[in-house]
T-cell receptor
Framework: DTAVSQTPKYLVTQMGNDKSIKCEQNLGHDTMYWYKQDSKKFLKIMFSYNNKELIINETVPNRFSPKSPDKAHLNLHINSLELGDSAVYFC????????????FGPGTRLLVL | TQLLEQSPQFLSIQEGENLTVYCNSSSVFSSLQWYRQEPGEGPVLLVTVVTGGEVKKLKRLTFQFGDARKDSSLHITAAQPGDTGLYLCAGGLGGYQKVTFGIGTKLQVIP
């Protein structure tokens, strides 16, 4: 019974390609997030959606576009991938935007060659 | 500069030793969380502290929130190899409680 799941777990691709990462939560939460964790393990928020509406949009290149088809799903599409996009991307969810507990997915390891 | 500074960033100790990890900021947080992340997995919440001066215990782990709600500490008593992992503090700020993470403390407990 995976609470927050992400696919794929590993993604290796060439520079310039477009790729998508999918996230699903079965916790009935209203809020979902995307985080990026770099090689130094620093975890930084990218986006947050509440009930399919974007509520947090950090300084992220517009090559990154999140999409929430419903409140249980939050996908991340990346255009024109660059070497610096290589990182681990984590999806997370919480009951509401102000909730103190976030549940994280297992991460997607993206390597851009 | 990080909003939340964690120290030390790396810690390697022998099984049975005690240790303390610190999380400091110049900002006041409405709440502060501690997460543990194991290799290849996402962070898992250990505890949330919300009241200045609050102390919470989780088996051999003791968490404290500073009186001014700007800092926190995690103390582990008699560390075990199973405690090995990346410990992250995170604080909630702003109307939507945007969570900001510290850089993390990588702990290795040697048997």
């Amino acid at each position: 019974d995976t609470a927050v799941s992400q696919t794929p777990k590993y993604l290796v691709t060439q520079m310039g390609n477009d790729k998508s990462i999918k996230c699903e939560q079965n916790l009935g939460h209203d809020t979902m997030y995307w985080y990026k964790q770099d090689s130094k393990k620093f975890l930084k928020i990218m986006f947050s959606y509440n009930n399919k509406e974007l509520i947090i949009n950090e300084t992220v290149p517009n090559r990154f576009s999140p999409k929430s088809p419903d409140k249980a799903h939050l996908n991340l599409h990346i255009n024109s991938l660059e070497l610096g996009d290589s990182a681990v991307y984590f999806c997370a969810s919480s009951q509401e935007p102000s909730a103190k507990t976030q549940y994280f997915g297992p991460g997607t390891r993206l390597l851009v060659l | 500069t990080q909003l939340l500074e964690q120290s030390p960033q790396f810690l390697s100790i022998q099984e049975g030793e005690n240790l303390t990890v610190y999380c400091n900021s110049s900002s006041v947080f409405s709440s502060l969380q501690w997460y543990r992340q194991e290799p290849g997995e996402g962070p898992v919440l250990l505890v949330t502290v919300v009241t200045g001066g609050e102390v919470k215990k989780l088996k051999r782990l003791t968490f404290q929130f500073g009186d001014a709600r700007k800092d926190s500490s995690l103390h582990i008593t008699a560390a075990q190899p199973g405690d090995t992992g990346l410990y992250l503090c995170a604080g909630g700020l702003g109307g939507y409680q945007k969570v900001t993470f510290g850089i993390g403390t990588k702990l290795q407990v040697i048997p």
